[in-house]
């Protein structure tokens, strides 16, 4: 619970009204997602904010998965594996469509010294091991992938084939059940894979950051996150190909296709015309598997499609490093630069310590930098390639309904929650099996419309940054790190300011920048970004990072230093402010600001 404060309120969950039009959007969500009376007493007087983080848009019924799911590795972890001393796990819910989380707090102090045990027990093995470990898991993580991709979901015809009658193969209706259950046995696999690690990750940079504050009071949070950068991680690799790609267009002389403005498409098209063109689209195949699994958004919604589905991403990259290096400008990831200032703030700040504090500094710095590049590889593997086939292995099963007659669209079945996708697959096998009349046909298309009209009206709709109680103080170091909950920002939200040519948020990678602003608010917005203009976005995603050699600096509505987003942007060495809470509402696209990155300030100069 959080104690009364005095720096104004929240609206209370229970007095949100719905939007007109949207009657029945709690049909969509598990009975469990909503701000019910029975808990009225409790979740009225605790903290909740949105998870636009995650969750920037209204939740499709069957997408909800990635937040059950997610939310349980999370806590199975966190509370009952790895025993974390002060928190337990997160708690959610849905206000007209919008996901609203809350943190579960360890607050017995014998309680916190019981779990102590636990942890250190249990975190010190995987830190001991990280390598051992760490390398089993990539090897579980592709074997994951691999028995996604083998999964089949069966066609259902007229007749089954001869291996059922003579050679003791599953039935039809046995092998579709059975596929749908293991489709979802594998995200919850992956899930699980996901959070293994992740926590110690986190958990070692936050005790080195804490020890940083403790005998370093005035360190900037920049300069703690600064320490561990410019580690070479898997996420950058698909950008370091798409840079080879563009140093190859202009070698082999087919560079003249690459032109701003053009589709994916019209660009093949040329390219398909001259023997050069095609000896670079065989070489753009060969960098597809497995780098073009990059996702175009985090991953949580099915609409986040990979490289492979939807090609926009890479190839506004290649036109911008085309046209940077035929500009005679450097394109590589400023890697070298990075390095060095790294090594001079961690050499700056252990030069203050005492022997006692330095030598915990040190060891604390190389644990953080052993085990943080897991904080955003596990993105590539999990988030962006499992999780991107995974939606596809779903809309197969989307096929079976259409060419059943249930569905218009293989996308539909996304308006069901995965239990009613269940029963519809059950009533399928049934009259298939039976030859007897289905109900699914008259009955799913009405609900899969009005679902559709209610969550197009529901992304109208302005939900607020939090409800319920606001806390006095924000003690926890990851709602800070790494959405940007601070207690300033929880206090601004509180008093409701708005308007003013200026915005705060947390300084998340140094340097000034003065330019135009983009306003990129979905995928489809990133074709529009033009050469030196500040990205200005609600929360951007390593998927983009191709997209940065165009930018000189970024701006979000969310994160905080440990963010993704502010993780790539100090690899690109891009001033970045995020966390302001209203950028994309504030700024317009074509208006100058100026982004202080050091200062953690945003600017509207016009």
Known sequence: MAAPSTVGSFPSPYEIETPP????????????????EERREVDGQRFWFWNSMHFPLPMPAFDAICIDSPYQALGNWQNRVFAVPPAMGIDWRCINGYIYISGNPVLDPEKIGERAGYFQARAGYYYEHWDELYGKWRTKMEALIAELGELEVPALGEYEPDEVAFADAETGYVAVLSAYRNALRLIDVMWQHHFEFLLLGYGAYMTFAELCKANL????????????????VLLFRPDAELRRLA??????????????????????????????????????????????????????????TSWLDDARIPYASLIGHIAALKAGEDIERPSDHIAEERERLATEYAALLGDEARQGFEQLLALSRTVFPYVEEHKFLCDYWF?????????????????????????????????????????????????????????????????????????????????????????????????????????????????????????????????????????????????????????????????????????????????????????????????TGRATSQIKSGQRIRVDGTAGTVAILE
């Open 387 to 579: 999780l991107t086939e995974w939606w596809n292995k779903i809309r197969e099963f989307g096929d079976l309904f259409v060419a059943h007659g249930f569905f218009e669209d293989r996308d539909d079945i996304f308006q069901l929650s995965r239990l009613e996708v269940y029963s519809a697959l059950d009533e399928l096998a049934l009259t298939w099996a039976t030859g007897g009349q289905a109900r699914g046909p008259k009955y799913w298309p009405p609900i899969i419309a009005r679902r559709k009209e209610i969550l197009e009206r529901l992304a109208e709709w302005t939900p607020p940054p939090a409800v319920g109680a606001v806390p006095e103080a924000v003690l926890d170091p990851a709602l800070i790190m790494l959405w940007g909950v601070t207690t300033q920002r929880v206090h601004a939200w509180a008093q409701h300011q708005e308007g003013g040519s200026e915005l705060t948020g947390t300084a998340a990678s140094p340097g000034v920048v003065e330019g135009v602003a983009r306003v990129v608010k979905t995928v489809g917005d990133i074709g529009d970004v033009r050469e030196g203009e500040i990205l200005v976005c609600s929360i951007t995603s390593p998927a983009w990072a191709p997209i940065f050699s165009k930018i000189t600096a970024a701006v979000t509505d969310i994160g905080g230093v440990m963010s993704h987003a502010a993780i790539v942007c100090r690899e690109y060495a891009l001033p970045a402010v995020v966390g």
């Open 247 to 304: 140093r190859l267009a202009i070698d082999t002389g087919v560079d003249g296709a690459f032109v701003e403005g053009r589709s994916p498409e019209e660009i093949e098209a040329e390219l398909a015309e001259s023997d050069a063109g095609r000896a670079w689209l065989a070489e753009l195949e060969t960098v597809k598997e497995p780098w073009f699994h990059m996702a175009t958004g985090d991953g949580l919604y099915h609409t986040y």
């Open 21 to 36: 039009g949207c009657e029945g959007w709690e049909d969509m969500y598990p009975y469990y997602a909503r701000f019910d």
């Open 217 to 232: 009071p005035d360190i900037p949070d920049q300069h703690i996150a600064q320490m561990v950068a410019g580690l070479d």
